[in-house]
């Protein structure tokens, strides 16, 4: 027996190395676990976010090319039947269809404002008494496809519509979300059309036509 006694300390050592490995293993092993489960999950979600903003950007670039059509286009500004209708009148047509634009794209509006006659718009300026103007500012929420389809039915409307402004942010706790704030410009003619005398080598109607005129911008 007293042969062996100076492997004691040989042996303490080791059993109290595989004590402190069979420990160490306990404490970090779940850490460790953990860890690459975090991992995982942060690749997970920067992989949603990834998508995410592409589609983003996707939506993006084709309003880009959508607000470029509309800004580029000559569409006819709308007229009413009838003379002495009166500014909410005409506001209230142009309106009632951006409204059932949103209804029919199941789009939410937070809230919705408007102005008359914005004073830096050249139509006021130049064809105040021929011309009724008005922005109409929503805040509104929707998803990537329901708000690109707004976009596309804005630029298919029959009448001149402006967006003077579109931003778009995902909501932080769901990023399919999508809250955005948009302003469009709606003109009307304050009177019906003049009718254009065609033997004559000018038309009647008034200098600012906005059908046959470039829109400002």
């Not at 949603?48 to 939506?59: A, F, G, H, S, Y």
Request: aromatic residues 12%.
């Amino acid at each position: 027996m007293e042969k062996y006694k100076r492997y004691y300390g040989v042996i303490i050592f080791c059993i109290s190395a595989m004590f402190v490995i069979f420990l160490g293993y306990n404490l970090a092993y779940p850490k460790y676990t953990e860890s690459v489960a975090q991992a995982a999950r942060v690749e997970k979600k920067q992989k949603e976010v990834d998508e995410l903003n592409t589609k983003l950007q996707i939506v993006q670039k084709k309003i880009k090319q959508i607000r470029d059509s509309i800004v580029s286009s000559q569409k006819k500004i709308y007229s009413p039947l009838e003379s002495d209708l009166g500014n909410e009148t005409l506001f209230f047509t142009l309106y009632n269809d951006v409204i059932e634009m949103l209804h029919a794209n199941s789009i939410k509006i937070k809230s919705i404002d408007y102005k008359y006659n914005p004073e830096t718009d050249s139509f006021v300026k130049f064809g105040k008494d021929v011309y009724f103007v008005c922005d109409v500012d929503m805040e509104l929420v929707s998803n990537y496809v329901n708000l690109g389809k707004l976009i596309q039915d804005v630029y298919q409307y029959p009448y001149y519509i402006r967006i003077n402004n579109l931003d778009v942010k995902p909501y932080e706790k769901d990023k399919k979300i999508l809250l955005s704030t948009l302003s469009l410009r709606l003109y009307a003619h304050t009177a019906p059309e003049d009718p254009v005398d065609t033997t004559a080598t000018t038309p009647i109607a008034p200098a600012l036509d906005g059908a046959n005129t470039a829109l400002p911008q």
